[in-house]
């Protein structure tokens, strides 16, 4: 039947053996002012989500964290909260940041809390491939439709079908590639280069560019129709340096998983480190960031805890007079653990009254596994190891020496890309 809802025309398909909606069934579609027309059912619409899609749960810490996000500033609760909501949609995403930012790996979060999480992620570097290529590389190609063109190639938006294509560095397609991309959006569907059948698409786009699209646009150098179909939800990732509280927490992620990556016992951030990686300005943003981490870490050979020496090499990257401004600003790094003094001629002197040998051992390890503790951020099983103590050993003692530390041990935090 036809009617009008809400002052607007929708054509409402119901099954002829089914009830007819009631009032509150009604007005719960009329509030939907977007829907022009639909095949209405006995449930209720959700405002905001399409419905085919699915309720995604929000991402946990660990979730988050596994995915490289952190989203403890204002800053990424934003960017966190946009990119859900895009998740729970098709709309084409525009990812807009400086180089290092984590465009990819938020593109990767909406796919994940999509419905079409278990689709394809294909992720295509446009400025990485060669002008004359890049068309056939998106779009496919038919045998024979250039030189060594030996069999039919289906495409990155092909093989992204009932899935995500990510276009990284969009901003460097050349003007033959964007006419194409723009008809892809507009028809959901590609036409393979040397001919054929276009062939039809079910693909969400996400695209992302550290440069500034709109000024290519004034300036000629991309097409502003196409602009208007890429920017429909817009999400702009804030430079590491504007959310520094999240730089101990991803320096701990990557330490993690940098040690997996490459066979090592994952170590320790000593605690003098955070204010330094929190003072620096950090250009290159979360991928320095990340770099950095993996540099130490192979760097440090056995050592199990990294120092603020480890990351000195980053203050020879700062621009003169800024590295001596960042350090003064930086409380100076304590030592490990204080040394003994050194003990003259053959031993301390006993006291005349003599003294209880079992408590000032007893004391001496309380005070070496504290620090050890203090050190490791209250990781049992890393604190024993610079101690040169298995785990049970440590434990055994520090239940006989009443050393109460919250649990934080054996990697908490677990990489779950």
């Known amino acids: 039947m036809c009617g009008e809802v809400a002052a607007l025309p929708i054509l409402l398909l119901r099954q002829l053996a089914s009830s007819p909606l009631n009032t509150e069934q ?15 059912s006995d449930e209720v619409p959700r405002p905001g989500l399409r419905p085919s899609s699915q309720e995604k749960p929000a991402l946990t810490a660990s979730q988050g964290l596994g995915m490289g996000l ?15 909501a895009a998740a729970a949609t098709k709309a084409t995403v525009l990812l807009a940041g400086e180089s290092g930012t984590g465009k990819e790996v938020v593109a990767k979060a909406i796919h994940k809390m999509s419905a079409e999480a278990s689709g394809p992620f294909v992720a295509v570097h446009c400025g990485a491939i060669p002008e004359n290529l890049i068309e056939s590389e ?18 990155k938006f092909r093989e992204a079908h009932e899935g995500t294509i990510f276009l990284d560095e ?13 008809r892809v959006l507009q028809e959901r569907e590609v036409q393979p280069l040397g001919g054929g059948v276009p062939v039809k698409i079910d693909v969400r786009v996400v695209v992302a560019t550290n440069q500034d699209l709109w000024k290519k646009v004034q300036d000629g150098a991309f097409r502003e129709d196409l602009f208007y179909r890429l920017d429909v939800v817009p999400i702009s990732l804030p430079p590491l340096r504007e959310r520094v509280e999240e730089i101990p927490f991803l320096a701990q992620h990557f330490l993690n998983r940098k040690a997996k990556e490459h066979g090592l016992y994952p170590k320790a951030l000593h605690p003098s480190v955070d204010p330094l990686l929190c003072a620096l300005p950090w250009p290159g943003n979360v991928r320095q960031l990340e770099n950095a981490i993996e540099r130490s870490i192979i760097l440090s050979a056995t050592r199990p805890v990294l120092t603020r020496e480890d990351f000195s090499f980053l203050l020879a990257r700062v621009p003169e007079g800024e590295s001596q401004a960042i350090l003064d600003k930086i409380p100076p790094a304590p030592r490990f653990i204080e040394p003994m003094a050194p003990i003259a001629g053959p031993g301390p002197d006993l006291p005349p009254d003599g003294l209880d040998l079992n408590q000032v051992v007893a004391d001496m390890e309380k005070k070496f596994m504290l620090q050890s503790l203090s050190v490791t951020r209250g990781n049992k099983k890393r604190a024993a190891e610079l101690l040169g103590l298995k785990r049970t050993t440590f434990l055994e003692k520090m239940k006989r020496l009443d050393i109460d530390v919250q649990d934080q041990d054996d990697d908490s935090v677990s990489d779950s890309e």
């Open 26 to 40: 009604l007005a719960a579609w009329s509030e939907l002012g977007s829907v022009r027309w639909g095949i209405l």
């Open 70 to 84: 952190v989203g403890l500033s204002q800053a990424m609760q934003e960017v966190l909260a946009k990119a859900r």
């Open 138 to 155: 998106l779009f496919g190609h038919a045998k024979g439709a250039f030189t060594d063109a030996r069999k039919d190639t289906l495409g």
């Open 170 to 182: 969009v901003s460097t397609m050349p003007m033959a590639a964007q006419v194409k991309l723009l």
